[in-house]
């Protein structure tokens, strides 16, 4: 990767919350939590806590002078419990001590008291409970009841997806220091920097502009710190306001894992109908989404369930309803793909349904009902510069689809304790918050005297490189070498109203933003250029770090340049701030056009399986995906790579656990298998269609982050494909992940 955070990465040099420099009178803030998934506290008892040598204090929720409140979406989540304890995990008291140990120790001396309440894991059950975060939601499009009775095939089925441990490398952390006129400072491992500034303010009570966030850089993220770094960072500064010390909150594996909010687990029923040209002619899907404790940004992940709920497909009639329903878990939480991925397995599997009645590859079904422009999404938006059937076509080009199937068939025939098997997954994915407010973000750029320039975003860096997209597009905008641009942590204080660094959407708004102050910057420049040499600016180019004067460009270096404004004192800094143009939405229709644009992309998996063992490897993976002009090849590449592993450990490899009382029965890394080097096939290919330039983002590029996750579902249904091999009749659950272990059972049973 050409990341320049990634040299400092390789060799240890970037710092990450853990690793500041701290005082001598910080203090560590440890959490106690509810060790039952739901219940009533009756008493709390602190037992000998405080004479524990080190322990200083111990905070309730009675010592929280502002509101006990941290819910972003919707009201229902105490920053420490008041009474009742929703999942094991639900924080109750901050013990702050001197030393680590001491307030492990602590930990020990508490006895709490807690009366069992009725415990729900099940979404179905607790939607048969009437345990709803909000009313039910429904798109609909055409006539689905009537579209019934124009398909040769109506097939039913239910598709289970579990949840997804983030596993960032660096765990929920932050330090708060006190600040003058009682206000605070906190360094946080979050993509929200100013959530985190809002939720402080009401937990202490106190205005934002006392309070500063500051944002280096996150040892990854993944969506797992767009709300759930919140409370880490509250409790900090709850703690610094309290003591007046500065306070530090690192959460270690175990505790992060068990206690944080992860992807949500979906239950899902669907209903798919075709002509007997493999037409899609209705579609209906209903999604309990398990949302956990809290509702944390459920309701949000929920639309984006319903927005993605016909991936790449062309559907006349269409019925999508998402449930969002409370269970005594942790809260799940954003993660890559934000309800997407979810909504396009159950789609997916639909097909594959289908394709098992009809008699058909689902290739032929998802090929011939791939979207074109003109087509209407079912929620009222029209696809436009649609690239899905390209990059299917290029996909064909590059690896013949239909005879990689057709080797492996007779692959299969010859091989009876080794089985091939392949998919291909379309995905196209659409770019903006669906939350239209937040499509907005501002950017401040500072030029030194010396030349050199420093940019301010509401962008986080977790590892995406966004920060070398920003560079690239300062550089670019102001003709000058990308060495000269630095860019800054994210500062509440130096850009305000951030929204979170999300929806894959990082480098589409702060890079516009970036690029509209530099250019106000250029402009301003170029004035003092043409007045210096006596010509109108339009005369004024500049090209490599040089002024040129109608097309000359030996004339003045950047430098000089910059000295000159100075000198005739121009200003040299710039704010400005972009917002997404024509989007809306309308929530009552369920209609509108909530995207800028859409991502498109095609992959072919390959996969091998090891009949007698279960076990399975990917041999050979293809991905062509579309990045408009990429922003920086390198780090799309391994935007595009790395989603995908991830994605495909989502569908076969990541098993989250728990027992039916609300216990995580895979709570570290022993017991919950991430993806590997390993694990990556031994042929990854991926392919980026340049040349496609989107008239919608910045300087002609897409977005990335997320869309390639979705690739790893066609890694589902090769495993899947392999076992029907063996046994092509046997009807298959919908149950992802498809590990070994329930590869083997399926095999048993096929044989049985
Ligand atoms: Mo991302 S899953 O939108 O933080």
Same mark, same amino acid.
């Given at each position: 990767? #050409? ?96 030393? &680590? ?54 097939? !039913? =089925? ?6 997804? !441990? ?42 934002? #502009? ?62 798919? =109908?075709?002509?007997?040209?493999? &037409? ?55 993660? &890559? ?33 791939? @979207?074109?422009? =003109? ?85 986080? !860096? ?9 560079? #690239?597009?300062?550089?670019?905008? @102001? ?11 994210? #500062? ?76 005739? &004192? ?119 269609? !340049? ?55 399926? @095999? ?5």
């Amino acid at each position: 990767m #050409n990341n320049d955070e990634i040299v400092k990465h390789v060799r240890g040099e970037s710092e990450f919350i853990d690793d500041l420099d701290i005082p001598n009178n910080i203090l560590y803030g440890t959490v106690f939590v509810s060790n039952v998934s739901h219940g009533k506290i009756e008493k709390i008892d602190i037992g000998n806590a405080l004479s524990i040598k080190g322990v200083i204090r111990i905070i309730d929720y009675k010592d929280i002078s502002g509101e006990n409140q941290i819910g972003a979406i919707v009201k229902d989540e105490e920053l420490l419990s008041e009474g009742e304890v929703r999942f094991i995990g639900d924080p109750i008291l901050l013990i702050l001590s001197e030393d &680590r140990d001491s307030g492990k120790k602590a930990l020990k001396e508490i006895k709490a008291d807690i009366s069992p309440l009725p415990v729900i894991t099940d979404p179905r059950e607790s939607f048969k409970a009437g345990n709803l975060v909000a009313p039910v939601r429904t798109f609909n499009k055409g006539d689905v009841d009537k579209g019934w009775d124009n398909c040769k095939f109506v097939v !039913e =089925g239910k598709v289970d997806s579990g949840g997804q !441990e983030h596993f960032y490398m660096e765990t929920q952390a932050a330090i708060a220091y006190p600040s003058e006129k009682d206000g605070v400072k906190v360094f946080s491992s979050t993509q929200s920097p100013t959530a985190v500034q809002k939720s402080i303010s009401t937990v202490l009570k106190i205005p934002m #502009n006392k309070i500063e966030v500051d944002v280096r850089r996150l040892g990854g993220a993944f969506g797992g710190k767009e709300d759930q770094a919140t409370p880490w960072a509250v409790m900090a500064a709850l703690g610094a306001f309290i003591t007046k010390r500065p306070v530090k909150i690192v959460l270690s594996r175990e505790d992060d894992i068990r206690i944080t909010g992860k992807r949500h687990p979906f239950s899902s029923d669907f209903k798919i =109908g075709l002509d007997d040209s493999c &037409r899609i002619i209705a579609y209906e899907a209903t999604f309990y989404q398990n949302c956990g404790a809290y509702a944390d940004l459920s309701t949000a992940i929920l639309e984006r369930s319903l927005f993605h709920s016909t991936n790449s497909y062309f559907i006349p009639n269409v019925r999508v309803t998402g449930i969002s329903c409370y269970t005594n878990l942790p809260p799940f939480t954003a993660f &890559r793909g934000f309800g997407g991925p979810q909504a396009m397995f159950v789609m997916e599997s639909a097909i594959n349904r289908a394709a098992e009645v009809m008699k058909v590859d689902a290739r032929i079904i998802q090929e011939k009902n791939l @979207l074109k422009d =003109g087509d209407i999404f079912p929620y009222g938006m029209v696809a436009k510069n649609c690239n899905i059937r390209l990059s299917w076509k290029k996909l064909d080009e590059y690896s013949d689809i239909e005879n990689t199937f057709k080797k492996i068939e007779a692959f299969n025939k010859k091989n009876d304790l080794i089985k091939k098997g392949a998919a291909v997954i379309p995905v196209t994915f659409g770019i903006s918050f669906t939350n239209k407010m937040m499509n907005q973000a501002g950017a401040l750029v500072h030029i030194y005297t010396d030349g050199s320039v420093s940019v301010n975003t509401g962008a986080v !860096e977790m590892g995406q490189g966004v920060n070398k997209k920003i560079i #690239n597009i300062a550089s670019d905008t @102001l003709s000058i070498s990308p060495s000269l641009v630095r860019v800054e942590s994210t #500062n509440t204080t130096r850009v305000a109203n951030t929204s979170p660094t999300a929806a894959s959407s990082g480098a589409d708004l702060n890079g516009m933003a970036t690029r509209t102050a530099c250019k106000v910057l250029s402009d301003r420049l170029a004035n003092i250029a043409a007045e210096k040499f006596g010509v109108s600016s339009d005369k004024i180019t500049f090209k490599d770090g040089m002024t040129c004067n109608i097309g000359n460009c030996d004339e003045m270096v950047w430098k000089d340049l910059i000295n000159l404004a100075y000198s005739k &004192r121009v200003s040299l800094s710039s704010h400005a701030y972009y917002t997404t143009p024509d989007i809306y939405f309308d929530k009552e229709k369920e209609k509108g056009k909530p995207f800028a644009y859409h991502v498109f992309g095609t992959a072919l998996i390959e996969a091998e399986l090891d009949v007698l063992r279960g076990t399975y490897k990917f041999t050979k993976v293809k991905i062509i995906h579309d990045v408009g002009k990429s922003l920086d090849i390198k780090t799309d590449l391994g935007q595009i790579e790395g989603g995908f592993i991830q994605g495909l450990g989502w569908m076969v490899l990541e098993e989250l656990l728990f027992d039916d009382k609300g216990n995580i029965m895979t709570g570290s890394s022993s017991t919950y298998k991430i993806p590997d080097i390993r694990f990556v096939p031994d042929k990854l290919d991926v392919q980026i269609m !340049e040349e496609l330039k989107n008239p919608y983002a910045v300087l002609g590029s897409k977005a990335v982050g997320e869309p390639p996750f979705m690739y790893g579902i066609g890694g589902y249904f090769a495993v899947r494909n392999c076992i029907a091999a063996v046994s092509p009749d046997k009807k298959l659950p919908f149950d992802s992940p498809i590990t070994p272990e329930k590869v083997l059972s399926y @095999l048993a049973f096929a044989d049985s």
